[in-house]
């Protein structure tokens, strides 16, 4: 089953109008989105994924709901030129999930899962290259750096190291090959304690995707199609993307460095957000508890001023 978390909260920090216009940048399987759709019997959802099966899935369930919805099947960096196409240049709130849903760590055949057995894939979109492809193809200095930046593992560059070696006798294809890998590159003892599949797998994936890149992209142009009063929402579930939403939610709430000492500040300088919460929200206990995929959850919301 999915579960989609702080969902109390993001419904909250939505702020819904019942006749506004809603995005839903990370559909998946139509948590968030279903209840968006309830809420605004006179508005519009419009909704991303690049996961075809998630797709199909959410449209049955918010079909059931209304007909005031459209979910695109493509990757939320699209999001603005896919709106504008719709005619849509200012939108009254978003939210950005970007969490993996659970039926896609379940569903074993994707290759998300480090514990179950099944072809080295992780595409969200089924198509384009995939994690054998990383793994097999990507040279020895590229996989440190993924490794190290996209999954800060302190065994990077010995991980790295022994993938290379072993392919060159015979291709890594499964991901239960992989971890096996890991854990010889690292010995038992760390592998154990510390868990570096966890992390090469999460880097892996990110490259796949090129999950930050979308991230950064996408947020601005969010940002900017906002109403005044509009708010964005956004769950991280690592640092790295967390670290990401705080730089641009800084860089929209501040004035510019160029005039900060003027008396008067021109308009085009003013910043565009404020930020709603200054810490960033974490699931309570009983979501917690109920839950264990949330614990590395937080949200963080702003609004357009």
Request: glycine share 6%.
């Amino acid at each position: 089953m999915h579960y989609s978390v702080l969902q109390k909260e993001v419904l909250e920090a939505l702020n819904i109008q019942e006749a506004g216009i809603y995005v839903d940048a990370t559909v998946g399987y139509a948590g968030d989105a279903k209840e968006i759709l309830k809420r605004i019997k006179r508005g519009f959802l419009f909704a991303f994924d690049a996961d075809v099966n998630a797709v199909n899935y959410s449209n049955e369930v918010l079909a059931a709901i209304g007909s005031n919805y459209q979910i695109f099947n493509t990757n939320y960096a699209n999001l603005k030129e896919k709106l504008e196409g719709k005619g849509i240049k200012e939108i009254d709130g978003i939210v950005f999930d970007l969490g993996l849903s659970s039926p896609q760590i379940d569903d074993a055949s994707r290759g998300f899962s480090f514990m179950k057995d099944a072809p080295l894939d992780m595409r969200m979109s089924q198509t384009g290259m995939s994690a054998y492809d990383v793994v097999n193809n990507y040279t020895l200095a590229n996989l440190i750096e993924i490794f190290f930046t996209y999954g800060e593992e302190a065994m990077s560059r010995k991980i790295a190291g022994l993938i290379v070696k072993k392919r060159e006798n015979q291709k890594i294809a499964t991901t239960l090959e992989l971890v096996e890998v890991i854990k010889e590159a690292v010995g038992s003892n760390y592998f154990y304690k510390h868990h570096p599949e966890r992390k090469i797998f999460q880097a892996i994936r990110i490259e796949v995707n090129q999950e930050l890149e979308a991230l950064k992209k996408a947020l601005p142009d969010a940002i900017k199609m906002l109403k005044k009063g509009g708010r964005i929402v956004v769950i991280t579930f690592h640092s790295l993307e967390d670290r990401i939403v705080k730089r641009v939610f800084k860089e929209f709430s501040e004035v510019d460095e160029m005039v900060k000492g003027l008396p008067k500040i021109p308009q085009e300088y003013q910043p565009l957000l404020k930020i709603v919460n200054k810490k960033a929200i974490l699931p309570s206990q009983a979501e917690l508890k109920e839950n264990t995929r949330s614990n590395s959850a937080k949200m963080r919301v702003a609004e357009r001023i």
